[in-house]
Every structure is written in structure tokens, then in C-alpha cells.
């Protein structure tokens, strides 16, 4: 029997992190993984939306329709995008956050 080879064109599924030592949070990282794409594309849409005004993890979780103690599905699309360079945390803060803007506001903004 030969077994199916993976779509060699098809983008690698991202990386989701877990928790190591715990069953459950491999499980859940495992669930997500598939849907980690989008949920980043939405995140970084959201920020686009806000322009020179920016926005904080705990509005950008309210404008996607994630409850505020979803915030850390945020942090981890938010690190993602600033790894890639296409988001930057600002040295403005709003009700205690920092806020942030896609690369391009910040190039515009002089950050």
C-alpha cells in the first residue's frame, strides 16, 4: 500500500504553540492549527482598519468578536505579524496597552 504523499504546493500549516507537558493544550493547538491563518489575516485586517489611530490587543479582541479572556489568541497573531515585519507596536500606550499599526502606517507616521 502506498501511502498519500502531502500537496507539495499547499502552504505548510503554521506553527501554534502549546504547552508541552500538557495533553490539553497540545489538543487545543492541534484544533487550531488549521484556522491559525485566517485568524491571523483577521488580526492584521483589524489593525489595517484602525490606520494612524491604531489599536490595543483588548480592542482588537473586541472589533474580531473574541471575548476579552481571548485575549492571548491576540498575542500570539499579533508576535506572529511583528516576527514577519508587517505590524509595529508603538511606543503609545491607551488604557494601559501599546498600540499598534501595520508596518506601512508606521513608515508613513515615521515610527
Do not use: C
Not at 500538557?22 to 491571523?40: I, K, L, V
Not at 489595517?48 to 482588537?60: D, W
Not at 500570539?76 to 502606517?105: H, N, P, Q, W
Amino acid at each position: 500500500m502506498i501511502a498519500a504523499q502531502p500537496d507539495l504546493f499547499a502552504p505548510p500549516l503554521p506553527a501554534v504553540p502549546y504547552q508541552r507537558k500538557s495533553p490539553t493544550s497540545r489538543a487545543a493547538a492541534d484544533r487550531e492549527r488549521p484556522h491559525a491563518n485566517n485568524h491571523e489575516r483577521d488580526v492584521f485586517n483589524a489593525i489595517a482598519a484602525a490606520g494612524e489611530h491604531g489599536i490595543t490587543r483588548k480592542e482588537l479582541a473586541a472589533e474580531i468578536g473574541w471575548a476579552e479572556n481571548q485575549q492571548n489568541r491576540i498575542t500570539g497573531r499579533v508576535a506572529s505579524l511583528i516576527a514577519k515585519g508587517s505590524v509595529v507596536e508603538t511606543e503609545r500606550r491607551r488604557d494601559g496597552s501599546r498600540v499598534l499599526v501595520t508596518a506601512g502606517v508606521a513608515a508613513r507616521m515615521g515610527l
